[in-house]
């Protein structure tokens, strides 16, 4: 038994008139969260980053050669506010690890662009999260791995379809 079944146990015998099973897997989820926060937050930590600076360099390596996007394109990736992108910019340059250009393509425009001390950190920050994340999924063999992978991506695109 987890902590989970305990809470589960409570809930039917103090409400049997509820169906209290959600709490079965989404309350696993919502612990599994914030363990993996916790976790995520430590490996981060250890490359002297924030975990929404980790989420920033990160949008701006997946991109691809020249590691670049528009503050817009990073708030549709970091789902944050414009104002909130605008600040986290700010600060990663003034660190050194983005800076902003002009956008050939609107000359009003700016595209953030990953600097090299940006990519170097994110690139090592993600081995040590993968290293991190791949013993929390030790416990599962490959094919629990997929069929997890797969509910919790329809469970997602259920909530969030976007």
Same mark, same amino acid.
């Given at each position: 038994?987890?902590?989970?079944?305990?809470?589960?146990?409570?809930?039917?015998?103090?409400?049997?008139?509820?169906?209290v099973a959600p709490l079965e897997?989404?309350?696993?989820?919502?612990? *599994?969260?914030?363990?993996?926060?916790?976790?995520?937050?430590?490996?981060?930590?250890?490359?002297?980053?924030?975990?929404?600076?980790?989420?920033?360099?990160?949008?701006?390596?997946?991109?691809?050669?020249?590691?670049?996007?528009?503050?817009?394109? *990073?708030?549709?990736?970091?789902?944050?506010?414009?104002?909130?992108?605008?600040?986290?910019?700010?600060?990663?340059?003034?660190?050194? !690890?983005?800076?902003?250009?002009?956008?050939?393509?609107?000359?009003?425009?700016?595209?953030?662009?990953?600097?090299?001390?940006?990519?170097?950190?994110?690139?090592?920050?993600?081995?040590?999260?993968?290293?991190?994340?791949?013993?929390?999924?030790?416990?599962?063999?490959?094919?629990?791995?997929?069929?997890?992978?797969?509910?919790?991506?329809? !469970?997602?695109?259920?909530?969030?379809?976007?």
């Open positions: 038994m987890d902590e989970v079944d305990r809470i589960v146990a409570a809930w039917r015998r103090e409400r049997p008139d509820l169906d897997v989404l309350s696993r989820v919502s612990r *599994l969260s914030r363990l993996l926060d916790r976790a995520r937050s430590a490996a981060f930590a250890r490359h002297g980053l924030e975990t929404w600076e980790f989420d920033v360099l990160s949008a701006l390596r997946r991109s691809g050669d020249p590691y670049q996007l528009s503050p817009g394109q *990073l708030v549709g990736v970091t789902m944050v506010t414009s104002g909130t992108m605008t600040n986290r910019i700010d600060r990663l340059a003034g660190r050194g !690890l983005v800076r902003r250009l002009p956008d050939p393509a609107d000359g009003r425009g700016v595209m953030v662009r990953l600097e090299e001390g940006g990519r170097k950190v994110a690139d090592a920050a993600l081995a040590d999260l993968l290293e991190v994340e791949s013993s929390v999924l030790a416990a599962l063999d490959p094919g629990e791995h997929d069929r997890l992978s797969g509910l919790l991506r329809d !469970l997602l695109t259920a909530f969030d379809p976007s």
